[in-house]
């Protein structure tokens, strides 16, 4: 059993972290969010919104945001396109109502399954009855 591999001889540092992709949703956006690009846009953004989430002033109720939030997500439309900084893509929102916009984001792999795939039928279990 040979292998063509060597083992690497320790050179007392730690190995370089590799940028592991998002697990949810195969991609990695730190380079993006990091960009100056982003954080000008990002400001104007809240500026223009003056720091409240849009969603809360709508439903009457004034909340501090201080998340910008894609309307059509970055996935969709990719880093590079014009809709990833047009401010007519982007809100200002509070944490509460970001997680809402984003719910799959906070779930275990089956509730994710459950809300990615609604057709799914689900069974319902029943309790077993008591046989004393």
């Not at 000008?40 to 910008?68: F, P």
Request: hydrophobic letters at 25%; aromatic letters at 8%.
């Amino acid at each position: 059993m040979s292998s063509d591999k060597k083992p690497k001889a320790w050179n007392g540092k730690q190995p370089a972290k590799e940028e592991k992709k998002s697990e949810r949703f195969g991609t990695n956006n730190n380079e993006f969010y990091r960009s100056a690009s982003w954080r000008s846009i990002r400001q104007q953004v809240l500026q223009r919104d003056m720091h409240l989430c849009q969603i809360c002033k709508a439903e009457g109720r004034y909340t501090l945001g201080d998340t910008v939030h894609h309307i059509e997500p970055l996935r969709a439309t990719g880093d590079d396109s014009y809709k990833a900084f047009s401010m007519d893509n982007l809100i200002t929102v509070c944490r509460q109502c970001h997680n809402r916009l984003h719910r799959e984001k906070g779930m275990k792999l089956q509730k994710k399954i459950r809300y990615i795939k609604p057709d799914d039928k689900l069974e319902v279990f029943k309790p077993n009855e008591e046989i004393w």
